[in-house]
């Protein structure tokens, strides 16, 4: 397939779409991102976006601009620079971003610098990896009379962000990228006096052939998870209490 | 084309999918969701589930198991008996509710009743409106340094509950079914010292034709919502600053 380039000097600059892949598994991308996806000429995604899901788009220029924390916070400007250019190369530009583009993803960067270009964006929500983990474990996130409010929250790497932020106080805890921190997390629940028989449930590489899920206790993820390597998302609460016997092995 | 029921007596259950329907557009299901729901014999949809969604699965018997909040409590019993009910007739089942399944929907009750009959169950995760509502505004839900935190909360309309449940302390708050319950979320919040001018996002119908977005300030919220008469969503906090004049008007 030839690659319908903007005409040099032609003036309008294409459409970025900002699309949620999902989890990982490429399935679990919505319809109309799918679309989107089969129809794009370049593709700029994250490192968290799977080979599987790439299938989905075998027409278009990849880039990837995949970035972990830890690395310098200067290519995210880098990766803003390359959208707009994109754009101007390109008439259907789509931006993946694992779990939903809207939460956790250093969007209102990317919209900023792309609507300061006078670029058309649309963004294409996709399933955040906490949903996608209350699916694989079949423990709603909520629960009548036990839990009626849910926590998304992450930690900050950033070196200017206080370390010792405020934890929600919400009925279920959310904490994404929570592999080193879980245990910090934990430490401050117990303080507060949380119980420490308080259902625990980490699940690392959600929705992959490699998703590995793992029931404790608050007072056992005090003691760390380091033998996790890939993305770890923590969940705490009395809405991840085992519904039965059988359950509770799995 | 004839569906293939379980034979009298042959005492092996069919499977029962929870699937997401998302916020409402056809296209926002998940490509693993649409191609269950093609597939499916029978379908027990919420009130929310969209016309043009039930078009996904035009082979499938539709039973419309709608509740709206104010409605007796008893209905969710009888929502488990029609779905056990369902496994033991029909192969493959699937409940199709409004956004994800996992989050305000009553899940637990339902994974619960169909493991005690031994159903074998799956869960497809669904776009939950407050995602969809974050890539319609164009306003994501964390910013870097301005917002880490996300809390999802409804009002509990159980005679049983505190009407006055503590309001989570995130940086981000959306308030789901939030059209009559905003005013009294708001008269709190100003009382806890967050600013009068503190920017909300209130949208209605999410995803769809009717979709309404008004953008208002906390004080203003206080006033209340009465002219929305479909379902509601309230975002609230810094996140949802207008980023540039032109887009404070849309």
Redesign the interface.
């Known amino acids: 397939m030839s690659l319908e380039r903007n005409e040099p000097g032609s003036g309008k600059p294409g459409k970025v779409y900002?699309i949620?892949a999902?989890p990982g598994?490429?399935?679990?991308?919505?319809?109309?991102g799918?679309?989107i996806l089969a129809q794009a000429e370049v593709v700029l995604h994250d490192a968290l976006v799977t080979e599987d899901m790439l299938q989905l788009c075998p027409q278009a220029v990849k880039i990837s601009v995949g970035k972990r924390s830890g690395q310098r916070s200067t290519a995210q400007t880098h990766i803003n620079q390359q959208l707009v250019e994109c754009a101007a190369q390109y008439k259907l530009v789509v931006r993946l971003k694992g779990g939903?583009?809207?939460?956790?993803?250093?969007?209102?960067?990317e919209?900023?610098a792309l609507?300061?270009a006078g670029i058309e964006?649309e963004?294409?929500?996709?399933?955040?990896t906490a949903?996608?983990a209350?699916?694989?474990t079949?423990?709603?996130?909520?629960?009548?009379?036990i839990a009626?409010?849910?926590?998304?929250?992450?930690s900050?790497t950033?070196p200017?962000?206080p370390e010792q932020?405020?934890l929600?106080?919400?009925d279920t805890l959310v904490q994404y990228m929570g592999g080193k921190e879980a245990m910090a997390t934990a430490r401050r629940l117990l303080a507060q006096g949380r119980p420490p028989d308080l259902p625990v449930v980490v699940v690392e590489n959600c929705s992959r052939s490699n998703q590995c899920i793992m029931r404790l206790k608050l007072s056992e993820l005090e003691q760390g998870l380091s033998h996790f390597t890939g993305p770890v998302l923590v969940m705490i609460g009395e809405?991840f209490a085992a519904?039965?016997p059988t359950?509770a092995g799995t």
């Open positions: 900002l949620g999902g598994a490429a399935d679990l991308i919505t319809v109309r799918a679309r939903d583009p809207m939460m956790f993803g250093r969007a209102d960067e919209l900023r609507e300061e964006i963004v294409v929500p996709g399933i955040t949903l996608a209350a699916a694989a079949k423990h709603p996130l909520t629960k009548r009379g009626r409010s849910v926590a998304f929250f992450t900050s950033a200017n962000q932020m405020a929600p106080d919400c809405a519904r039965n359950d």
